[in-house]
T-cell receptor, first 113, second 112 residues
Framework: AQSVAQPEDQVNVAEGNPLTVKCTYS??????LFWYVQYPNRGLQFLLK??????LVKGSYGFEAEFNKSQTSFHLKKPSALVSDSALYFC???????????FGKGTRLSVIA | ETGVTQTPRHLVMGMTNKKSLKCEQH?????MYWYKQSAKKPLELMFV???????ENNSVPSRFSPECPNSSHLFLHLHTLQPEDSALYLC???????????FGPGTRLLVL
C-alpha cells in the first residue's frame, strides 16, 4: 500500500529566504504526487502535482516541487518565502489505478518577518 | 474559492442529535469525497462517490451515513455521534475518481 511521510512537523524560515518542505513516499509503480496548502479555517487548496514528464513541477503562488525517483522524494520549494505563505502543507500520493489518495500528516510552515 | 461549498461551516451537536452536512460542487465533477481531519492526524478518507455510486467506504462507523443524490451534491448524515467524532469534515470533488481533488472549506463539528 502507498504511504507518504512528512518528517518535519514545523518549519520556520525568515521572510525572503528560500524554503523547503520535505516529503518522501512509498508506492508500487510510478507515483502520482500532490501538494496542498491549508490556511486557518479553510479547506485544502491544490498547489501542484507530478504525474509524468519533467521532474521539476511549478505550481501556484511561486511554489515548485522536484520529483526524485531515486530518493523517493517530492520536496516543496520556494525561492523567497513570504509571511503569507505561513500555513499547513500536505503532501499526498496515489498509485496508478483505482487507489485512494493518501495524505501525509502535514507540515506547519511559519515565515517570520 | 474552489467551487466546492459546504454548509454549515460550524456545528455543535449533542450525542443524541441528528444532523446533516451538505456539500455542493459547481465544477462539473463526477466524483465526490468525504474526509475527516482531526488534530495531529493525517486526513482520513471516509467515503467516495463516483457518478453517484459509492465506491469506497473506509470502515466508517454506521453513525455516519452518506448520501449522493446527484453528481453535484453530497450529504453526510450524522446520528448518535461520540465526542471523539469532533473534527473538521472536508468535502472534495474531482473530474474523475483518479483526478486532482478540490476541497471545500470544511464543517467544524463539535460533539458534546
Amino acid at each position: 500500500a502507498q504511504s507518504v511521510a512528512q518528517p518535519e512537523d514545523q518549519v520556520n524560515v525568515a521572510e525572503g529566504n528560500p524554503l523547503t518542505v520535505k516529503c518522501t513516499y512509498s508506492v508500487s509503480g510510478n507515483p502520482y504526487l500532490f501538494w496542498y496548502v491549508q490556511y486557518p479555517n479553510r479547506g485544502l487548496q491544490f498547489l501542484l502535482k507530478y504525474i509524468t514528464g519533467d521532474n521539476l513541477v511549478k505550481g501556484s503562488y511561486g511554489f515548485e516541487a522536484e520529483f526524485n525517483k531515486s530518493q523517493t522524494s517530492f520536496h516543496l520549494k520556494k525561492p523567497s518565502a513570504l509571511v503569507s505563505d505561513s500555513a499547513l502543507y500536505f503532501c499526498a500520493v496515489r498509485e496508478p489505478g483505482n487507489t485512494p489518495l493518501v495524505f501525509g500528516k502535514g507540515t506547519r510552515l511559519s515565515v517570520i518577518a | 474559492e474552489t467551487g466546492v461549498t459546504q454548509t454549515p461551516r460550524h456545528l455543535v451537536m449533542g450525542m443524541t442529535n441528528k444532523k446533516s452536512l451538505k456539500c455542493e460542487q459547481h465544477l462539473g465533477h463526477n466524483a465526490m469525497y468525504w474526509y475527516k481531519q482531526s488534530a495531529k492526524k493525517p486526513l482520513e478518507l471516509m467515503f467516495v462517490y463516483n457518478f453517484k455510486e459509492q465506491t469506497e467506504n473506509n470502515s466508517v462507523p454506521s453513525r455516519f451515513s452518506p448520501e449522493c443524490p446527484n453528481s453535484s451534491h453530497l450529504f453526510l448524515h450524522l446520528h448518535t455521534l461520540q465526542p471523539e467524532d469532533s473534527a473538521l469534515y472536508l468535502c472534495a470533488s474531482s473530474l474523475g475518481d483518479q483526478e486532482t481533488q478540490y476541497f471545500g472549506p470544511g464543517t467544524r463539528l463539535l460533539v458534546l
